[in-house]
């Protein structure tokens, strides 16, 4: 886990020393939207998860 | 110090380890996996690098090198989303997952895989083929030039290599890219992406190029010094799941070919038009990279250095007095790359050169094995022979015109046979190429094969000025040697195939061209040694060399592999080490079933693209999570007084009895049950990264062009006399991954 919160930190740094600040608000939704399929798809849970909504 | 090289998650992934400067080991995932171009994590290649070099584990490792940068590679995909919204749906909905799931991550996944804690760096991907063209090499300096599809930004770099430095000064960036320009023309022509550029290649002999000046004229401004860009117009590579659109077909005059559909004569004229297209801009770029170095050497890298026909022409008509070319010159070879830019630019270790000879030892990096323990074990019928009978038996059986698969000490790393895993032929029988193609390989016809020479016979047979050990560089056949036809050439491809069109008919194309390798007796003793008694009995120095697999599977690797494939094919006899296996004697002693090797327990569904992994343990897994579920539910319910309780409990106790006693007929649940998640895990993430797309990266890339601002440079610019850019940066800082 502290690697992937290290990568997240870096990711960061790449943001703000290329000055890409536009790819932030895409990144973010992407990672959180990652974070999302990563805990449901392919997991037995899927089909009790999706039945709620 | 031990260094650690990994090349993976895109196309053909391998592993190397570098000690103290020396390449110890290098081998591709897929030789292991038996999977063609396996682009997962090289886990099988790491195990073997680290036994190769005597390494327990790699905690014992002083740097890993990852070949690219990761963020970089995402910033250029995000960048063209924007730069094509709304169009690129399909692609992002098919890169999206891997990336956000694993690719984002892979720093912590390798680490992870691994178990290592140490020091981690991460070059640009051109700078990993850079380096991989000229740390081997055996020139103290000289002038680099790597091309391929494309990496993070860069599609093309020009620089200069000098003792233990390599610098990249100029560089082309996507989308202009010439990989991509015959890989868009690969596609089109009906093979395979990334693996069918060879039959291109091979089929440009036959055609005409006449569609050259048109692709010249509409699909690429080509500058003097051999930059270029494409007219984006006809590609469909950066928004679609094609390579090219209707806008090309339109210019091309059809569709694209249907795979395995029928071959015209359009489509043979369209594969030598972009080749020559191809041809013509690597000779141009070669001259400006002579121009901008001054250099009278010249290292090529990246998988345009597979171009063969291409080399060769740099070779006998540009500036350079001698080239040197990466045996893995695709993405594979970025993990050696990697790793030597480890040992010489990050620890700033200084750079030997042995002579004449360069460091990459023939490429022979890969494992061996012990063969006669292999043949006695599982009871094969063999001769085993000493160092001097074995050559003069085989050469005889190549006379009498057999075809032997020829298994060797270490396996090459690269994509071609050297002499350790082959198939090995007569070039002067005429039914030679059509017997391995349709017979052995299970290939297309059409398709040439190469010749191994001895090095030193090599001017008597080819206009060749250089050696060439990797099979890399194409030459004419000597004019000597050549028998010329009467009358006019026939138009049917076949006929043409099958004209005799040089005393060594089997490795002569239609132009009299050859794919050459020059063995060494340093480098390759068995190999030379056979050559050498080859050409005692016949005055033939040469031999029909390809690589030991079938159409579909990669080379093999271990004897197992080599049995398997010599006993599915018409191979004749099979030579092991010093043992020669005659096809009779072992279909006869019916040893060592040749069923493919026992598979991990994996279900491939028929619905989706998706394996399942249906071992015990999962099976398991799967009992005790939906058993916990079921325990929950049915507690919550008893707890409300709702006796439908009982009854989950129940199927909770089953499944776990199940678990215990039969897991294996749980699979008959757990197929259906992971399907249906699968399914609704693939409907739900469609549908929220389709909902990314139009409400936050199409009005973010609409904004941006409103403001004028454009994520890529696209269109001719007819007013510039080239396109190179200036690389403003040096070296790249190696620890970041971007």
């Given at each position: ?9 870096e990711?960061?740094s ?10 932030a ?11 999302i ?11 009790f ?5 | 110090?031990?260094i650690?090289?990994?090349s ?12 103290d ?7 591709q ?7 063609k ?7 099988k ?10 390494l ?20 250029r ?9 709304p ?16 690719k ?32 081997p ?17 860069t ?25 991509l320009l ?20 091979g ?49 091309l ?9 029928e071959?015209?004569?359009r ?6 038009s972009?080749?020559a ?22 290292c090529?890298?990246?998988g ?7 080399n060769g022409?740099?070779l ?14 695709g ?12 040992w ?7 750079r030997?050169?042995r ?8 490429s ?34 190549l006379?009498q ?5 020829w ?7 690269g ?45 008597d ?6 050696t ?9 056949v ?12 026939p ?17 002569t194309?239609?132009?009299y ?9 340093v ?8 050559l ?20 579909g599977?990669?080379?093999?690797c ?20 010093n043992c ?14 040749i ?11 028929p ?17 005790f ?21 009982w009854p ?12 215990i ?46 403001c ?31």
């Open positions: 886990m502290s690697g992937k919160i290290s990568i997240l930190r990711f960061w790449f943001l703000r020393v290329r000055k890409k600040w536009w790819l608000p895409i990144v973010i939704l992407l990672l959180t939207l990652g974070l399929l990563v805990l449901t798809e392919g997991s037995a849970l899927a089909p998860i999706y039945s709620l909504f | 110090m031990n650690l090289g990994i993976a998650f895109y196309h053909d992934s391998a592993a190397c380890l570098v000690r400067g020396e390449i110890i080991a290098a081998a995932e897929e030789r292991f996996s038996r999977k171009h396996d682009a997962g994590f090289p886990g290649a790491v195990d073997y690098c680290l036994r190769e070099a005597g327990a584990d790699a905690a014992q490792l002083d740097l890993v090198a990852f070949y690219e940068k990761p963020f970089l590679k995402f910033e995909l995000l960048s063209t989303y924007l730069a094509c919204a169009r690129g749906l399909p692609t992002f909905l098919k890169a999206m997952p891997v990336w956000m799931k694993e984002i991550w892979l720093k912590a996944d390798i680490r992870e895989e691994l178990r290592f804690e140490g020091p981690f760096i991460f070059p640009e991907h051109h700078e990993s083929h850079a380096a991989s063209a000229f740390f090499s055996p020139f103290e300096r000289a002038a680099v030039l790597t091309i391929d599809g494309v990496g993070e930004w599609t093309t770099s020009v620089g200069r290599g000098e003792g233990n430095e390599v610098e990249l000064l100029e560089e082309l960036h996507f989308p202009h890219s010439l990989g015959y890989s868009a023309f690969t596609y089109y022509l009906g093979f395979r992406v990334n693996s069918g550029e060879y039959k291109v290649m089929l440009a002999p036959y055609g005409e190029p006449r569609f050259r000046d048109l692709i010249l004229s509409e699909l690429i401004d080509l500058k003097p010094d051999g930059s270029f860009r494409l007219n984006l117009r006809y590609f469909d590579f950066m928004a679609g799941l094609r390579m090219t659109n209707r806008a090309f077909d339109k210019l005059g059809g569709p694209p070919r249907k795979p395995e559909a071959l015209t004569q489509h043979v004229d369209l594969s030598r972009v080749q297209v191809t041809e013509e801009v690597m000779l141009r770029m070669a001259r400006h990279a002579h121009q901008l170095t001054g250099e009278r050497h010249l090529l890298a990246g345009v250095a597979l171009n063969c026909v291409g022409r740099i006998r008509e540009g500036p350079f007095e001698k080239i040197w070319i990466q045996p893995a010159p993405d594979a070879g970025g993990a050696l790359g990697a790793a030597l830019l480890g010489h630019h990050y620890h700033e270790k200084p030997q050169i002579g004449e000879r360069d460091a990459q030892g023939g022979f990096l890969g494992p061996s094995y012990d063969a006669a323990t292999f043949l006695e074990q599982h009871t094969i019928p063999h001769t085993a022979m000493n160092d001097d009978e074995l050559p003069s038996r085989v050469a005889e059986l006379e015109g057999k075809v032997i698969g298994f060797q000490g270490r396996m090459e790393f994509p071609r046979a050297l002499g350790n895993r082959s198939i090995l032929g007569d070039p002067r029988r005429l039914d030679m190429q059509q017997k391995l193609n349709l017979k052995i390989k299970f290939r297309e016809g059409f398709r040439p094969f190469a010749p191994a020479i001895l090095e030193e016979r090599v001017s047979c080819f206009e060749l000025k250089n060439s050990p990797y099979m890399l560089l194409v030459a004419p000597k004019e000597t040697l050549r028998l010329n036809g009467e009358g006019e050439e138009s049917d491809m076949i006929t043409r195939l099958k004209q005799r069109r040089s005393t060594l008919p089997a490795i194309h239609v132009d061209s050859a794919r050459v390798q020059t063995v060494s007796a480098t390759n003793p068995s190999f030379y040694g056979l050498t008694a080859f050409e005692q009995r016949t005055g033939c120095p040469v031999l029909v060399n390809t690589s030991f697999n079938v159409r599977e990669p080379p093999v271990t004897p197992e592999d080599a049995y398997r494939c010599f006993m599915k094919t018409e191979m004749d006899y099979l030579v092991v080490g020669l296996v005659d096809k009779a004697a072992a279909s006869r002693s019916g040893a060592f079933p069923a493919d090797a026992k598979k991990p327990v994996i279900w491939k569904s619905l989706l693209d998706e394996e399942l992994d249906c071992s015990v343990p999962a099976l398991r897994r799967f009992a999570t939906i058993g916990t579920v079921l325990v929950l539910l049915g507690s919550f319910m008893l707890w409300g007084h709702r006796t439908a309780g989950l409990l129940s199927l909770a106790f089953l499944l776990l009895i199940i678990s006693l039969v897991p294996a007929s749980l699979r008959f649940v757990y197929r259906p049950w992971m399907m249906l998640a699968l399914l609704l895990g693939s409907i739900a993430s469609r549908v929220l990264l389709t909902l990314a797309f139009f409400v936050v990266i199409t009005p973010i890339g609409l904004l941006q062009r409103f004028g601002k454009r994520a890529l440079e696209f269109g001719f610019k007819s007013s510039e006399t080239n396109y190179w850019q200036r690389r403003t940066a040096g070296p790249s800082d190696y620890e970041k991954q971007f």
